[in-house]
């Protein structure tokens, strides 16, 4: 058993002596923290002081950091301090330990007002474009590995496809029609509220048709499938580059992209046109069923004005956009999912990041449908 630590005061008027003596190893942690502080009097008008550690009988970097931590305060508070008797066989690592942070740490850089708020952008502007050569590779990769897949088709992950497909299409369906059906009725009654102080309610189809037709129902879909499924993407992606499970791909010379991306994305392209099919049609019958029980109209009135107002060049424009907004998702889930780091902040940054940018990249995308569809006449 290692003697117990000891640290004693030796005042010799304004000369202050301290004397350690015992074990100071991490075995007496707790012990030799009460000494050390108990001693921390620099303020007491000593103009030197010494520290004598020839008694000490075993002493770690634990117990060398302590004794020298004792030196800085009482040097800190204007005392002339310093060690001795040390023993010859623990001096290398004493004079390790008194050479460790003595460089002051700089200053944070403060705030320069516009220069800072420029360089801001211009990081900003940078990151922007780093994200998006990202996505330019991995978009590029997913091409190259469906030339390679349809030059093999045998090699084709029909099984991995179908089991992404479960995941992204069918086991979203009852969460899409719930949030579609409860858009269409919210439409619908602030149509009708607004529509009904200029006796027009009922044009209040006309809203709930051409919006969710082309809009509201594809945009509202692509939004929840980034939320739910772009999210596991990136989370699955991330985990196994965090357990290097694609490090051991890559070394069993088995692309992780074929594997592991591929069949990700084409779910995706399958699953969101069949969700936004399905949700639209959702959001017209919470729609229909609004108009009947606070609007008064009956369904077959509303059935009839819904054909006269979409056209098939409504519907077509939503199926267009669904494959589209598909493959952003897809593609950015996965990209953030490969860029993360081994730890467990890092997946969550990524995930994060993964489902704003989806979300941001497919309004996006919407305005720009719509701004050509417009220029087109569709």
């Known amino acids: 058993m290692s003697a117990e630590p000891l640290f004693e005061i030796a005042s010799e008027g304004d000369r202050l002596r301290l004397v350690a003596s015992g074990a100071w190893t991490t075995d007496h942690a707790d012990r030799l923290e009460q000494l050390v502080d108990a001693r921390a009097i620099g303020g007491s008008g000593t103009q030197s002081a010494e520290v004598d550690i020839a008694g000490i009988?075993?002493?770690?970097?634990?117990?060398?950091?302590?004794?020298?931590?004792?030196?800085?305060?009482?040097?800190?508070?204007?005392?002339?301090?310093?060690?001795?008797?040390?023993?010859?066989?623990?001096?290398?690592?004493?004079?390790?330990?008194?050479?460790?942070?003595?460089?002051?740490?700089?200053?944070?850089?403060?705030?320069?007002?516009?220069?800072?708020?420029?360089?801001?952008?211009?990081?900003?502007?940078?990151?922007?474009?780093?994200?998006?050569?990202?996505?330019?590779?991995?978009?590029?990769?997913?091409?190259?590995?469906?030339?390679?897949?349809?030059?093999?088709?045998?090699?084709?992950?029909?099984?991995?496809?179908?089991?992404?497909?479960?995941?992204?299409?069918?086991?979203?369906?009852?969460?899409?029609?719930?949030?579609?059906?409860?858009?269409?009725?919210?439409?619908?009654?602030?149509?009708?509220?607004?529509?009904?102080?200029?006796?027009?309610?009922?044009?209040?189809?006309?809203?709930?048709?051409?919006?969710?037709?082309?809009?509201?129902?594809?945009?509202?879909?692509?939004?929840?499938?980034?939320?739910?499924?772009?999210?596991?993407?990136?989370?699955?992606?991330?985990?196994?580059?965090?357990?290097?499970?694609?490090?051991?791909?890559?070394?069993?010379?088995?692309?992780?992209?074929?594997?592991?991306?591929?069949?990700?994305?084409?779910?995706?392209?399958i699953a969101l046109p069949v969700l936004t099919f399905l949700g639209s049609i959702a959001a017209l019958f919470g729609g229909e069923i609004v108009s009947a029980l606070y609007g008064g109209m009956s369904p077959a009135i509303y059935l009839s004005r819904l054909k006269d107002v979409i056209t098939v060049g409504d519907f077509e424009v939503g199926m267009i956009k669904a494959p589209v907004m598909a493959l952003i998702i897809g593609v950015v889930a996965c990209t953030e999912g490969l860029r993360v780091k081994g730890s467990a902040e890092s997946l969550g940054l990524q995930t994060t990041a993964s489902v704003v940018k989806s979300i941001f990249l497919v309004i996006v995308l919407d305005g720009v449908f719509a701004i050509f569809f417009a220029a087109i006449g569709m």
């Not at 719930?178 to 009654?189: K, V, Y």
Request: proline share 3%.
């Open 57 to 269: 009988e075993k002493i770690d970097t634990f117990g060398t950091w302590l004794l020298e931590r004792t030196v800085r305060r009482l040097e800190a508070a204007g005392t002339t301090a310093r060690l001795t008797e040390i023993p010859d066989r623990y001096r290398g690592m004493f004079d390790k330990v008194h050479a460790a942070n003595r460089q002051p740490l700089p200053e944070a850089q403060k705030e320069r007002g516009v220069v800072a708020r420029i360089e801001q952008i211009g990081e900003g502007a940078v990151g922007v474009g780093w994200d998006l050569l990202g996505l330019v590779d991995t978009l590029g990769a997913i091409v190259l590995a469906s030339a390679r897949a349809l030059r093999r088709p045998r090699n084709f992950r029909v099984t991995s496809i179908v089991h992404h497909l479960d995941r992204v299409g069918w086991q979203a369906i009852g969460i899409i029609l719930l949030i579609t059906f409860l858009i269409g009725c919210i439409i619908a009654q602030q149509g009708i509220f607004n529509f009904r102080k200029f006796g027009a309610e009922d044009y209040v189809v006309n809203l709930v048709g051409i919006l969710v037709v082309r809009e509201i129902g594809v945009l509202i879909v692509a939004i929840m499938v980034a939320g739910r499924s772009g999210s596991s993407y990136t989370a699955e992606l991330g985990s196994m580059k965090m357990r290097e499970e694609i490090d051991a791909l890559r070394t069993m010379g088995v692309d992780p992209v074929e594997v592991l991306v591929l069949p990700r994305i084409i779910a995706m392209i």
